[in-house]
């Protein structure tokens, strides 16, 4: 189990908006900065979005992210078929005194 | 333009241990901190560890610790994971990555290509 809680899925239409949520806690998101990685089928991770809200080099702007408190999003809009993919939210917990991931969520254009 | 170069995919019996390096091209490889990631079949993304060259220091996940190495060799520009103990649900496929580190915030980017290392008798 995964300290950091996101939807398993999310699904929508292409040019449509999707949300995707990390919830987490004061030892990890609350304190410390999210970063988002892509992960393309069959493919090693890629960071997206570093710092809670910066867009790696490279990385188209229908990509942005955001952070409040203990939880963060990621937004990707205008989505696209090639936006299918499993995204991971992750950050540094004190507590565990390591870098945790998200559960990821699995994208589906429809 | 930093790029990492991972080792060939590996078959090991359990008990036994693999070693998987990591070969850096571009950039200042001494100032670089190594993290290593892994993925199970069908699973997310677990962080394993991490070293820091200019410290001379290794952190570890704590289900790894007593089970992994990380080392680092400048003259090469490669880093190494090491684990031991093989047993059936360490069959993943392995990443290292470069961990960004700067005012508190940590990220991992480039990432390398991966190596699936696979634990069966």
């Known amino acids: 189990q995964s300290v950091l809680t996101q939807p398993p899925s999310v699904s929508e239409a292409p040019k449509q908006r999707v949300t995707i949520s990390c919830s987490g806690s004061?030892?990890?998101?609350?304190?410390?900065?999210v970063n988002w990685y892509q992960q393309l089928p069959g493919t090693a991770p890629k960071l997206l979005i570093y710092?809670?809200?910066l867009v790696s080099s490279g990385v188209s702007d229908r990509f942005s992210g955001s952070k409040s408190g203990t939880s963060a999003s990621l937004v990707i809009s205008g989505l696209q078929s090639d936006d299918e993919a499993d995204y991971y939210c992750a950050t540094w917990d004190d507590n565990l005194n390591g870098y945790v991931f998200g559960s990821g969520t699995k994208v589906t254009v429809l | 333009q930093v790029q990492l170069v991972q080792s060939g995919a590996e078959v090991k019996r359990p008990g036994s241990s693999v070693k998987v390096s990591c070969k850096a091209s571009?950039?200042?490889?001494?100032?670089?901190?190594i993290s290593w990631v892994r993925q199970a079949p069908g699973q997310g993304l677990e962080w394993m560890g991490m070293i820091i060259p200019v410290f001379r220091t290794s952190q570890f996940a704590h289900k790894f610790q007593g089970r992994l190495t990380i080392t680092s060799d400048e003259s090469t520009r490669t880093a190494y994971m090491e684990l031991s103990s093989l047993r059936s649900e360490d069959t993943a496929v392995y990443y290292c990555?470069?961990?960004?580190?700067?005012?508190?915030?940590?990220?991992?980017?480039?990432w390398g290509q991966g190596t699936l290392v696979t634990v069966s008798s």
């Open positions: 710092y809670d809200d």
């Open positions: 571009g950039g200042t490889f001494g100032s670089y901190d």
């Open positions: 004061s030892s990890n998101i609350g304190n410390n900065a």
């Open positions: 990555a470069r961990r960004v580190a700067t005012n508190g915030a940590n990220w991992f980017d480039p």
